[in-house]
């Protein structure tokens, strides 16, 4: 992708397998009505048929919402949708081949240390995940909780736009925005929310009032 990508404070993840049996689709809905304007889809447990019918779907949905679209994972997934971008781990297609595949798309690339943050800085990516930043019960990750202090680190290392994951919640967002996150990714918090469309919207509007402060600095 041409040029630093701005990223949205709020980066909501919807993964089918957190909704609380509630239908993706309706779920999905809700993120877009609360007002999150970057969206992944991360669906693991799933054949590539409903992922790929899911992905269809929420492509669909974003635009009309003018959301971000990004496909975790799955590159051919994320092409045949017409994904904004795929996201990918330390254990996925590697970013040199992923960027062959999709020259002009945007690709995030999960990082849990300075090592792997500076590797994809390099390699070309248009931003990292970082983390976990706490404890979450929603991804065995293998890593201890990050924290803000580490986070602070590859803010200073790295220019790229870095998106904090990991035991985020509505309560301690503004902290991970505060340690230097252009934002912060979302999955139990808001999935499992009785109102995800209201967690969001409150998340959106903290991120707003955030922004404000510092700008009135
Ligand atoms: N990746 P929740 S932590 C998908 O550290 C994922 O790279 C992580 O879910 C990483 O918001 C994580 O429910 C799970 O804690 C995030």
Not at 71 to 85: K, T
Not at 116 to 145: L, V
Request: with cysteine; aromatic share 4%; hydrophobic share 40%.
């Amino acid at each position: 992708m041409a040029g630093r990508f701005q990223i949205p404070p709020l980066y909501a993840i919807l993964d089918p397998e957190q909704t609380r049996g509630r239908a993706p689709q309706d779920i999905l809905r809700e993120l877009l009505e609360g007002g999150t304007r970057i969206l992944q889809l991360r669906a693991k447990a799933v054949s590539s048929r409903e992922i790929y019918e899911l992905a269809c779907t929420s492509r669909e949905m974003t635009q009309k919402f003018e959301c971000c679209f990004i496909v975790n994972d799955r590159v051919d997934i994320a092409l045949m949708c017409n994904a904004d971008g795929v996201h990918l781990g330390q254990e996925d297609l590697p970013l040199n081949a992923a960027r062959k595949l999709m020259p002009e798309k945007i690709i995030g690339i999960s990082t849990h240390d300075l090592d792997q943050a500076r590797n994809a800085e390099r390699g070309g990516a248009d931003y990292i995940g970082f983390g976990p930043m706490f404890g979450t019960n929603t991804k065995d990750t293998g890593y201890s909780a990050r924290g803000g202090d580490m986070l602070k680190q590859i803010r200073a290392a790295v220019k790229l736009p870095i998106v904090a994951i990991g035991g985020i919640t509505e309560q301690n967002v503004t902290q991970v925005w505060q340690a230097g996150a252009d934002s912060a990714a979302i999955i139990s918090d808001i999935l499992k929310a009785d109102s995800p469309r209201e967690k969001v919207g409150r998340v959106v509007t903290a991120a707003a009032r955030m922004s404000d402060s510092l700008r009135s600095r």
